[in-house]
């Protein structure tokens, strides 16, 4: 707009140079009509720096404001999975009240899922326990505090409707941890197979040993094993048992030996 207006003053000042009388002189309203139009133009100017710089000060940070707090990701623990609800039920009934992130489901043991199918022949996967993540830890706690022990299912027909809610709110609680905590119990898990194993070997091992040595013959009365040897230790030999080991001693050596005369 600006570069117009210049174009037609200048057009106007070419206009006025033409129009000039013999002696230099102007008539005086081409002359008013350039002062007008330039008049028009500083104004029109002035406007439009000003219109320019409205914005440049609204966009900018008012003074007394205080910059907003940062959002923190809060998770809360579900202690109650019912049979057949997944994760894509979650993120239906919780993301409502807000943004949800990560979920994550613990799934059953698999002795438990065995037992399942060979007793009801069924292979359906149920979880135990969750865990649900929320962008707000602010949402998670009015979550946590308002949804305990209500039902789950909004309508009287849902398939959870007779389900409560069993929610906590961890406090200080971060994604990382619950991936450390799942680590822990997969190796606590593992040494403690490990020391069943150990011990069922063992018992095994003393079993097989007792079976052996009752399968054994009973050995006679003569060619048994002496008390000392079966009792493990070696009884010192009293004064008859070493006499009669040593045999008897004639009397006539033994009066020489004594007084150091020989019985005639």
Not at 132 to 159: I, Q, Y
Not at 171 to 188: D, G, Y
Not at 223 to 238: D, E, I, K
Not at 258 to 264: A, L, M, N, Q
């Amino acid at each position: 707009m600006q570069k117009k207006l210049w174009g037609r003053v200048k057009e106007e000042e070419e206009e006025v140079m033409d129009a000039e009388e013999p002696g230099g002189r102007v008539n005086a309203a081409d002359e008013e009509e350039v002062t007008g139009a330039t008049e028009e133009l500083g104004g029109s100017a002035r406007g439009t720096l000003a219109e320019e710089e409205e914005p440049a000060e609204a966009e900018g940070p008012r003074e007394g404001t205080l910059p907003q707090k940062k959002v923190v990701p809060g998770i809360i623990y579900l202690g109650h999975i019912p049979p057949r609800f997944r994760p894509r039920h979650v993120r239906t009934l919780l993301g409502a009240y807000g943004e949800v992130g990560r979920v994550f489901l613990q799934p059953e043991k698999r002795f438990v899922r065995q037992r399942k199918k060979n007793v009801a022949g069924t292979r359906a996967k149920n979880y135990t326990e969750g865990w649900v993540e929320f962008r707000d830890k602010r949402v998670a706690k009015l979550v946590a505090s308002s949804l305990h022990n209500t039902p789950m299912g909004t309508r009287k027909r849902s398939r959870f409707h007779a389900d409560l809610w069993n929610i906590k709110y961890l406090h200080r609680f971060r994604w990382p941890h619950l991936s450390e905590h799942l680590a822990w119990e997969c190796q606590a898990q593992a040494q403690r197979l490990r020391a069943e194993i150990a011990q069922a070997k063992r018992e095994t091992g003393f079993y097989l040993r007792s079976v052996e040595k009752a399968q054994r013959p009973a050995p006679t009365p003569g060619s048994g094993p002496s008390p000392a040897s079966a009792w493990g230790y070696c009884q010192r030999p009293t004064e008859p048992e070493i006499q009669q080991h040593r045999g008897p001693t004639p009397i006539p050596a033994l009066l020489h030996s004594i007084f150091g005369t020989k019985d005639e």
